[in-house]
């Protein structure tokens, strides 16, 4: 709309005041650059309120109303209603964190029916945009867009991916009212978080097993999230919800011997790496950020060098010990009529192990195709378990999964309370058992207590 009276609108990402002086004195958000009042369009909340007053047209909405009808029986549990009643008493502004398996969707559901307006959903994977994409037509019974890849099909309930979004910023901006982010944890990455910055939406979700805080990083992702989505409105850990709404569950740890060779190999590597670290003084001089020190100089350094491959050497014995594949043998023949998750650190050890035992593996070299076949199966009872490094840890539903067993992993408290969500879905009163297999004297039993401790802290409820 063309007009002569001052107005705002959006551009590119901002906000932009148009025909405003230099001398008026807008919120404190916006700079004065070339010649015009501007500011990050995520600031849209608290400016639409200024405008009118101070005789400004606003022009930055190009979203609308919708009537739906949610599609779906199931009455919200107490947490949900209540997580919910938090999120618009923030005036829809903030983070919900629930367990894997604790309906978060359901809750994203609830919160669509009740703003009524054009809705825009970021997910992390592929994945979970189809998964997305078939829970919001079945429940609303209305189209749905999809805005990735080549396919860019803008709708009034619309997804996307993180990827996406970010790429297009600057043309969905203004198109939504409401920015749901599925796995919020993924929005502070570099870049992504441009995604919220960008978005004029004054209504903000965010979903997520797993928020930031005990990471070296954790506040400043954290501060990151609140000024661009909102505070924590609720959360509910683990422990909370299992036997009612979550699968009672357990933990083993099961310690292993390396073999002779495998410790005599073991320590001679770990006595390079570790020695090259104390002889760089790497920890006194770089504190917290002494392992990417390590890293960058292992490019250009000779004797960091030789110290990284002793690293990498180190962890493959402890990742792939034999022993961890005879306790495996043993787990599939005391649970073969139970379906498994197998999770290893690496995928040579995870296509190892799927030889091994002629399992289907999915790694992120797996085709999206064949995925989903091997999901497929596993749902139908082809198969009887599934190895994988990574690429299961979040975003996917296994409803029939009740074991998990970790070969190995890193010390994120991220990663272990994903990979216990794998299985924590209620179905009758199965239990769910989570086995960590741990190789004793090696860095092994280091890493595991520092995911066991971090993941403490993130199962623990902060409201």
Known sequence: MVTDQPHARFVGGTLVLEGVAQTATPPTCFEWVNGKWRCPAVHYRTVWPWLGPHGIQNHVPHWHDLTLTLHDGREPHDYQQESLAAWHQADRWGSIVLPTGAGKTFVALQAIAAAATTTLVVVPTIDLLHQWYARLSSAFQHPIGVWYGQEKDAQAITITTYPSAW?????????????????????????????????????????????????????????????????????????????????????????????????????????????????????ESHGPNWWAEFTRRSAYEAAARQAKVAELRLKEIVHQTQAKLDVLDQLLREHRDQLMLIFTAHNRFAYTIARRHLLPAITHQTKAAERKAVLDGFRDGAYRAIVTSKVLNEGVDIPEAKVAVVLGGSASAREYVQRLGRVLRKQGNAQAILYEVIARKTVDERIAQQRRTGARQQMTPRI
């Open 167 to 283: 790429a297009h910023a600057e043309m969905l901006g203004n198109r939504f009212k409401l920015l749901i982010f599925d796995e919020i944890h993924h929005l502070p990455a570099p870049n992504w978080h441009e995604i919220a910055l960008m978005c004029a939406a004054p209504f903000r979700l965010g979903l997520t097993a797993t928020y930031p805080g005990s990471e070296l990083d954790g506040m400043t992702r954290v501060a990151l999230l609140d000024e661009l989505v909102g505070p924590v409105v609720y959360q509910q850990g683990i422990d909370e919800l299992t036997g009612a709404q979550l699968a009672e569950y357990r933990t083993e740890r099961i310690r292993v011997d390396l073999t002779p060779a495998e410790r005599e190999a073991y320590d001679d590597a770990y006595a390079t790496y570790t020695g090259y670290v104390r002889q760089a003084h790497l920890r």
